[in-house]
């Protein structure tokens, strides 16, 4: 293995569940790369509504993951496990991760992996990883959305959401996404939204109706789940495809079976998280293969919000959990001891 020696690294622990303050800059057992890992030492990481979950002790990391927070990261890599082939010490990456990325240094699977694309800083590629890796994987892989398809996008103007109106605008698609401010849906039209519904004023499902001639959605990429779920089957269209990655209206729902079954329609609920390696590996070499030259022509671009020191991460998550941001937060990581 080809490292530098190192003793231990500074990360975000969570010494118990709670609001932002529990957050803890720490000392910490500097982790090894394992065979088909390499060790990143990180640059930038951004903050995601699962990191809000784990810090409330809603949501565990996957049995044998990092403990600290951080579901993607860039920088640069410092060490090769064994068998590792095709990356180099010293080539800049970002990476998708099950956590760890709130710290100075993370092991990452070597199949979780992507260069950082070329016209892209190190701080902007942070913001990268987890949201493309959604937004490909339920929008087009799961739901197969097609040229010339609408899709409606709720909640338009998070992460998930300026990645998903930016790549359902490359392939063609008519673009409707959710907001709740006027500030947000203008920001959200910048990225190439074609329609924009202020929830906290407007019926999403009568807005898509109204957007479609009374046609319904093609597709849907969901974050409330129970909360939205009849009136997101009642504004899909004939063979329409709902798919839910987020539980923020709640766990349990009732659904008429009947309007799905006349409409043909398909429901799908997906986490990326918890995936075995191989699955992961497959959504970023996707990504690698359909995003990353859309990224590197300008098409897509990575939207950050704000860039705030990890010693800030308190601050960070107290943003995202006011909605107070448009895309990505993103956190810069001190230069390692």
């Keep these: 293995m080809s490292a530098r020696s190192v003793t231990g690294m500074r990360a ?9 303050e529990v957050l803890t800059w720490a000392e910490v057992p500097d982790p090894v790369p394992a065979a088909g890992e390499v060790l990143v030492e990180v640059a930038a990481t951004a903050v995601n509504r699962a990191d809000l979950l ?8 996957p049995p044998g993951s990092s403990p600290y927070p951080g579901l993607e990261c860039s920088g640069r890599i410092v060490a090769l496990g064994p068998g590792v082939a095709g990356w180099g ?19 990452v699977p070597v199949g979780q992996l992507l260069p950082v694309p070329k016209g892209v800083s190190l701080e902007e590629a942070a913001a990268l990883p987890e949201a493309a890796c959604t937004v490909w994987s339920n929008i087009f892989m799961v739901a197969h959305l097609r040229p010339a398809e609408t899709v409606l996008v709720h909640g338009g103007a998070s992460g998930i959401g300026t990645m998903a109106i930016q790549l359902a605008k490359a392939v063609g698609a008519k673009v409707l996404v959710t ?3 006027p500030a947000k849906l203008a920001r959200c039209a910048e990225l190439g939204a074609d329609v924009g519904i202020d929830y906290r004023e407007q019926d999403f499902l009568e807005a898509a109706r109204e957007a479609t001639g009374g046609e319904g959605v093609d597709v849907i990429l969901d974050i409330m789940g129970a909360k939205y779920l009849q009136r997101n089957v009642d504004a899909l269209a004939v063979n329409g495809r709902l798919v839910i990655i987020g539980l923020q209206g709640g766990v349990k729902g009732e659904l008429n079976l009947g309007t799905l079954l006349a409409k043909r329609a398909a429901v799908a609920a997906t986490s990326l998280r918890p995936r075995p390696l191989g699955e992961k590996a497959a959504i970023v070499a996707a990504v690698r293969e359909h995003v990353w030259p859309l990224v590197e022509a300008g098409v897509v671009r990575p939207v950050v919000d704000r860039v705030l020191p990890l010693t800030d991460v308190a601050a960070a998550h107290r943003v995202l959990e006011a909605g107070e941001q448009v895309g ?10």
């Design 54 to 61: 784990q810090r409330q002790g809603f949501y565990d990391p």
């Design 179 to 181: 907001a709740g401010s």
């Design 89 to 107: 010490v010293g080539d800049e990456v970002c990476a998708l991760l099950a956590g760890g990325g709130y710290a100075e240094r993370v092991a």
């Design 328 to 337: 990505k937060v993103v956190l810069r990581v001190p230069p390692a001891r």
């Design 12 to 20: 975000i622990t969570i010494p118990q569940p709670g609001g932002p």
